[in-house]
Every structure is written in structure tokens, then in C-alpha cells.
């Protein structure tokens, strides 16, 4: 929307400057920001200029339908079928401005009377308007003119003006209300009294003579109770009570906004304050996890220290004998070698056979790779607060590692076996993450190029699920490897006492029992451990009462365990 801008006169210019700063509003065009000059009032009951009415951008246009009356030039006739659409800079409403343009609208004489008073009010004087030269001592009510002295006078001596209504300044000051006549637009100097009921407007009586004088016109103040009743009712009964309504609507919709403010206020300081809080605890959770990883750091390095050391001892120890044993044996005579043969030996052998000489395997175990953070793993509290993330440094105990599943028992030709390998740290506890290097190996027993593939998934628990499909019968001897070493699968103790094997002790005979009511697994052919028993060539075995607790045993096994004796470990 553009300000409008028109041409004005040095005194108009210099009366609006005047009122830059005016304390009633009223008086003054929300969109030119001066005093109103010719205030039109648009049909949402708004007031502004007509100059800046004509200034506002057209919202639409739209096109209609117009009867042509007789002596309607064509001009008026184009002009009557288009609409034109504006918004209204108040209330942002549509409204539609009559064909004659802004002067088509209704005048907004109130407005004018508040411009009046507020020039009134101004400390610095008025200017005549007729002349522009003395200072307005007086203001015809008809003419809406301030005028000096000079000019009141020739203004009441001209035969046109001279039934004017002129009144002095001070009088209109002193009084702080104004009461103009309100002028027909069409008779200059002619005042609105009549009503012309049928066209529903006020004329003059000139208009009244001519242009209605068919109509029935009656006073203004005959037919203004009537009117203003209306006018009064709609305001009253409808319009009033539903301003209250909106008033208190809105006045609840106020109270809700400034409640939702002191309560989203309310929130955001105790977000902000949990937010803090919980930040505290995280960083304090954040320095207790960086403290024990540097216990770990420290407690790790000094083991690895102390290993570098004692390494560092011994080669220091060996290698200055062998240097010496190699320098005598190259360079001594005879006698001195014999001479230095005893001490040499005995320093040599006690290496050999007590000094410190790890194997390859168990040096430097310890390269970090256990230590891992788990960040979504609970953590416990911290100032009340829910913490997550903890540091992880277990390793891995090869001794507790354990082999698991019926795959490492028996398979089937042509279908996958299955065989979990779980590695465990020092306290027989499940390590709760993946990453070792694991290697299998299967191999035919009797066939030793005959290798089978196997597949190792990491489960990231701390478990190893092994696949294989076996393509020939046979024996399979399994390797299983954790960080190049191999997991020894250990048996569970045996509780019980192992018996003689009742076929082969009984002689063949088929109703033979052991003295614990216990039946031998295969009955009469043997005692079930893949061999065959001799009758009157008694061997121990466990029978079938102890087999249930127990795991079944290779022929080699059972044949190295002595009468009553426990089977402690086995390894395959």
C-alpha cells in the first residue's frame, strides 16, 4: 500500500507540520498520518482521506451488469459496470467503493469536527484562509474557513455569503465542543434539514424544490427518533451485548495467554534446570568413567611393564651367558675351557632349565582390544539422574572358555551341525561383547587332506555360533582357536565311581549286573563306549545310572582310568 501523494499549499504544509505530534486521534488519517482533508467513510465504518483512498491498491476488480438509463453518457456507463475492490488499512476488510469513486462515499462529519477542535486546542495561532496573511480571529460555520478581521467582514458584507453563520474562535475555544451545519454538496451554502424518505438521504430545500420534489421530504427532526432508534436498537439490544460477550472472551483469552506464558516460563526453567542438573550428572558419570579407564590404562601398563622388565632381565641374562660360551668356546685354549667348564655349565643349565622363558603366545596378552565402551549399556544413577555407557575390560580367560552344542558330538552327512564356542573372562563370566579372532578347524582323523569349512558368526555377546556341513562319514577332529591359542573343552567331574563293565566282568553272560543295579549302555555288546568287551578281560566303565550325569567318554579315556578312581579333565 503506497502513502498518497498530492500536491498541498505552504499554509496546509505548515499546518500539518504543526500536527505531527497530535494528541487526538481522531482527528487524524491512518494512513497519511495528518489531519483528516476530506474524510469519506468506507462501508466498515473507517475514516480516511479521500485522497488516500484513491491512493490504495485495488484488491479486485470484478465486472457487472448495468441497466443504461436515458442521457447516461458512455463513459458513466463503462465506469458503472466495473467494482473496484480495496482493503481497508484498519481491519484489513474487503470493501467495495461505489462507481463514482472515494466522492461517492458518505462524508465523515464528526471527523471534520474533531480536525476543528484540535486546531483550536494548539497554542500557536491560526492563519486566515482567505488571505493567509492575518491572523483568524473568526470561522464561517458554511464556509469552513478561518478568517482574519478584514476578510469576516468582506465575507459578511458579499451578498452570497452574507447569511453565513461566522463565529468567533474564542467562543468555539472556550466552549471545547463544536456544532457545524451540515452542507448540501450540490448548493454550496444550503443546510441538510430535510429527509427525503423514498431516496432515504437528507437534502437542502433547494434539492428538495427540484431533484425530489415528488418525494415525499419531511424535517430531519421529524424522522430522526425514528431513525436513530433503529440505529440505537441494533446497537443496544444486538451489537452491545455481544461486544461484552467479546470483551470477556477476549478477556479470558488474554488470562489463558498470560497463564500459558508463566507456564511455559514455569517449564522452561525446570527444563533448563533439569537440563543442568542432568548435565552435572553426566559430566560426573564422564569423569568417573575417564578415572577408572585410567586405572585400567595404568594397572595394564604396569603388568606390561613388569613383563618388559622381567623379559628384558632374562634376555639380558641369557644373552651375556651365551655371549660368554660362545667367546670362550671360539677363543679359549683348551685349558680354558676345561677351567671354566664347571661354572659355565651349571650357569647354563640353571638357565635352561629355571629361568624366565615365557612361550611366544603368552607374551604382552594384553594390547588393549578388551577395553571397549558400551555406550547404551546402563550405568546406574548419578545424582538420581539415569545414566547410560560403562567401560568394558574384560579378557578373555582361555581355561573358561567353554564349547557348547550337540554339533560337537555327532553329525550327519549332507546337514549342518551347529556348535557355540562362549568366551568367558577369569570368574567363569560370559564377556558381554564380540571382536575376538576366532578360528576353526575340522579335520578328517584317518584323512588328514580332508579339511571341512565351517562358518563363524559373532554374536556380539560373547558367544561364537559355528556352522559346518559335513560331505563324508568319519572322525572329525576339532581346533578351535581364540587369539592364536587353542580352547581345551573340559568334561564335567565325574560324582560317582566307576564300576566294572557287568557283560565283560560276568563272563559273556547276558544277565550279568553290576553290583550297583545299574545297567551297562549297548547291553550285552560291550559296554556302549565304541569297543567291544572280552569276557574274563575286565575294564572300568561307568554304567548307564552314571552316564546320565555324566559326559560319554572316548575308548582311550576309559581305558586309562584306574579302578575307582574320578575323572578330573580330559581334553580332546
Not at 172 to 188: A, E, Q
Not at 561 to 571: A, F, K, Y
Request: some cysteine; overall charge negative.
Amino acid at each position: 500500500m503506497s502513502q498518497p501523494e498530492q500536491t498541498e499549499s505552504p499554509k496546509q504544509q505548515t499546518l500539518n507540520s504543526e500536527h505531527e505530534q497530535l494528541v487526538n486521534p481522531k482527528a487524524v488519517c491512518n494512513v497519511c498520518k495528518r489531519l483528516y482533508r476530506d474524510p469519506k467513510i468506507l462501508p466498515c465504518l473507517h475514516t480516511f482521506c479521500s485522497d488516500c483512498i484513491a491512493q490504495l491498491e485495488p484488491f479486485s476488480l470484478s465486472s457487472r451488469s448495468a441497466e443504461k438509463r436515458e442521457g447516461d453518457t458512455a463513459e458513466r456507463q463503462e465506469h458503472a459496470a466495473v467494482t473496484v475492490t480495496v482493503l481497508c488499512p484498519d481491519c484489513d476488510s474487503e470493501v467495495d467503493l461505489p462507481p463514482s469513486g472515494p466522492a461517492g462515499l458518505s462524508t465523515d462529519h464528526l471527523a471534520l469536527d474533531e480536525v476543528f477542535l484540535e486546531t483550536l486546542v494548539t497554542d500557536g495561532p491560526l492563519g486566515c484562509d482567505l488571505c493567509g496573511e492575518g491572523g483568524a480571529e473568526s470561522r464561517c460555520e458554511v464556509c469552513c474557513f478561518n478568517l482574519c478581521e478584514f476578510c469576516c467582514q468582506a465575507h459578511r458584507r458579499q451578498k452570497r455569503t452574507a447569511s453565513h453563520s461566522v463565529q468567533s474562535l474564542q467562543d468555539l475555544k472556550s466552549g471545547g465542543s463544536l456544532s457545524r451545519p451540515v452542507l448540501c454538496g450540490l448548493h454550496p451554502g444550503q443546510e441538510l434539514r430535510l429527509f427525503c424518505q423514498p431516496c432515504d438521504l437528507p437534502v437542502c430545500l433547494e434539492c428538495a424544490a427540484t431533484l425530489h420534489r415528488d418525494h415525499r421530504c419531511c424535517p430531519t427532526q421529524n424522522v430522526i427518533n425514528r431513525h436513530g432508534d433503529s440505529i440505537r436498537e441494533l446497537v443496544t439490544v444486538r451489537l452491545r451485548p455481544r461486544m461484552e460477550r467479546l470483551k470477556d472472551s477476549m478477556l479470558k483469552v488474554e488470562i489463558s495467554q498470560e497463564a500459558l506464558k508463566e507456564r511455559a516460563d514455569a517449564t522452561v526453567n525446570e527444563v533448563r534446570a533439569f537440563a543442568r542438573a542432568y548435565a552435572s550428572a553426566v559430566e560426573a558419570h564422564c569423569l568417573s568413567l575417564l578415572h577408572r579407564l585410567e586405572e585400567l590404562r595404568v594397572q595394564r601398563r604396569n603388568l606390561l611393564h613388569l613383563q618388559q622388565a622381567q623379559l628384558q632381565q632374562a634376555l639380558l641374562d641369557v644373552g651375556g651367558s651365551v655371549e660368554f660360551a660362545e667367546r670362550l668356546l671360539s677363543c679359549g685354549s683348551d685349558a680354558e675351557i676345561l677351567s671354566a667348564k664347571g661354572v659355565t655349565l651349571r650357569r647354563l643349565t640353571s638357565l635352561a632349565e629355571s629361568s624366565y622363558d615365557p612361550p611366544p603366545e603368552a607374551v604382552a596378552p594384553d594390547d588393549g582390544s578388551s577395553i571397549s565402551f558400551l555406550s547404551w549399556e546402563p550405568a546406574g544413577e548419578v545424582g538420581g539422574f539415569p545414566v547410560v555407557g560403562v567401560i568394558h575390560a574384560k579378557t578373555v580367560d582361555l581355561s573358561k572358555c567353554t564349547i557348547e552344542g550337540e554339533g560337537l558330538q555327532r553329525g550327519t552327512e549332507g546337514e549342518q551341525g551347529l556348535f557355540v564356542l562362549v568366551c568367558r573372562d577369569s570368574a567363569g563370566e560370559q564377556l558381554a561383547r564380540g571382536g575376538e579372532h576366532v578360528l576353526v578347524s575340522i579335520v578328517h582323523k584317518e584323512k588328514k587332506d580332508r579339511t571341512m569349512e565351517s562358518t563363524v558368526v559373532d554374536n556380539s555377546d560373547g558367544s561364537y555360533s559355528v556352522s559346518y556341513t559335513p560331505e563324508e562319514t568319519g572322525a572329525y577332529s576339532v581346533w578351535v582357536c581364540v587369539k592364536a591359542q587353542h580352547v581345551k573343552r573340559k568334561f564335567r567331574h565325574h560324582v560317582g565311581t566307576f564300576h566294572c563293565c557287568s557283560f565283560c566282568s560276568g563272563g559273556g553272560s547276558k544277565e550279568a549286573r553290576c553290583g550297583c543295579a545299574g545297567t551297562m549302555p549297548g547291553g550285552f555288546k560291550g559296554c556302549g563306549h565304541g569297543h567291544k568287551g572280552h569276557p574274563g578281560k575286565p575294564h572300568w566303565s561307568c554304567c548307564s545310572s552314571f552316564v546320565e550325569q555324566s559326559e560319554c567318554l572316548p575308548q582311550s579315556v576309559i581305558a586309562a582310568i584306574s579302578p575307582r578312581g574320578h575323572l578330573r579333565t580330559v581334553e580332546l
